[in-house]
């Protein structure tokens, strides 16, 4: 081959690897850019006015710690014996907070309105604090909540405890095992966790941040595992779980809701054509969904 032919061959090639690099720079920037803009639709700052006029937020801490607070939603008017909604963000027990617009927005829309108080709650996390210790932050809020409840007009007892992800496995710990709260709420919705028998999930194949979450001791696992601390005790969850998402977290709702009926109690199963994020952020639009999810609701505050 002439030299001719090697430097144009050598010259072609370098051509096809600098295209190949370049397309793979310009889908990391366009993946780069959409996970900034979905940083930003988290973060935009949610306008309640225009939610509904004359509602009122109020923050406060329900511990020592700065990450130990809560964001009240309070509607108009004079409320008496007003039902109130806990919401529990989730973020892979590592990131996340209360005012995240995929958290609170349609669910301010929808139950704002009807009269609801919604309380959305942070709680410390990974590193500071595992899984666990999470759990105790989520029930130290539930007290404060039913211990302030009266302030804003709303019931002590009609209480819906909500969580998606991460802080979904933290409500459903705490349905589970509801003397980690003390006094009883009406009930639990458990949006899409895949976390409900910890020593399972932990023997198979999962992402590393669960075992910042749970540690390596199997009696860690046990103690922030909703399956392993259930008792016929617990108080009633709704578990909605997504049918996309590929570790099937319907099945860990399934089997759940097999112990549960093993003593006569009922857990709904709630699954969803929705991705892990939509079963979030959808909750509140108008549809099966939210109907749904309001039937169980209006079942147990009738209670």
């Known amino acids: 081959m002439t030299l ?59 511990g020592v710690d700065p990450a130990q607070a809560v964001d009240v939603y309070v509607p108009p008017g004079i409320l008496r014996d007003a039902p109130v909604i ?23 829309r929808h139950w704002l309105p009807r ?8 709680y410390r996390m990974l590193p500071q604090a595992m899984a666990y210790a999470q759990a105790q932050d989520v029930a130290a809020a539930l007290r404060w909540t039913q211990g302030h409840a009266a302030d804003w007009g709303a019931s002590d007892r009609r ?5 998606h992800s991460a802080g979904a496995h933290l409500v459903a710990l705490l349905s589970s095992r ?16 895949a976390a409900m028998k910890v ?10 941040f669960y075992d910042e979450a749970f540690g390596s001791d199997p009696a860690g696992w046990a103690q922030a595992s909703p ?24 099945d860990d709702a399934r089997a759940f809701q097999t112990l549960a009926k ?30 749904a999810v309001d039937r169980f609701i209006a079942e147990r505050l009738g209670r």
């Not at 209480?159 to 969580?163: D, F, H, P, R």
């Not at 601390?229 to 099937?248: E, F, G, I």
């Open 178 to 193: 509801p003397q980690m709260v003390g006094k009883p709420w009406a009930g639990t919705v458990v949006l899409d966790s």
């Open 159 to 163: 209480i819906i405890l909500m969580g």
């Open 115 to 122: 009269g609801y108080v919604f309380v959305s709650v942070n």
């Open 262 to 291: 093993r003593s006569g109690v009922p857990m709904p199963v709630l699954p969803q054509a929705l991705s892990h994020a939509d079963v979030n952020r959808t909750l509140g639009l108008p549809g099966a969904y939210t109907d």
């Open 199 to 208: 020593s399972t999930t932990m023997a198979g194949r999962h992402p590393k």
């Open 227 to 250: 399956m392993d601390q259930w008792t016929p005790a617990a108080t009633p969850m709704l578990l909605v779980c997504s049918t996309k998402r590929p570790d099937k977290p319907c």
């Open 86 to 108: 806990v919401m529990v963000h989730g973020g892979a027990w590592k990131i996340g907070d209360k005012a995240n617009t995929g958290s609170v927005e349609n669910k301010l």
């Open 4 to 62: 001719a032919a090697v430097l144009a061959v050598s010259l072609s090639a370098g051509g096809a690897v600098d295209a190949q690099i370049g397309l793979r720079g310009k889908m990391r920037e366009r993946m780069m850019q959409r996970l900034q803009d979905k940083k930003a639709e988290e973060e935009r700052p949610i306008d309640l006015q225009a939610i509904l006029p004359g509602a009122r937020k109020l923050t406060a801490s329900y």
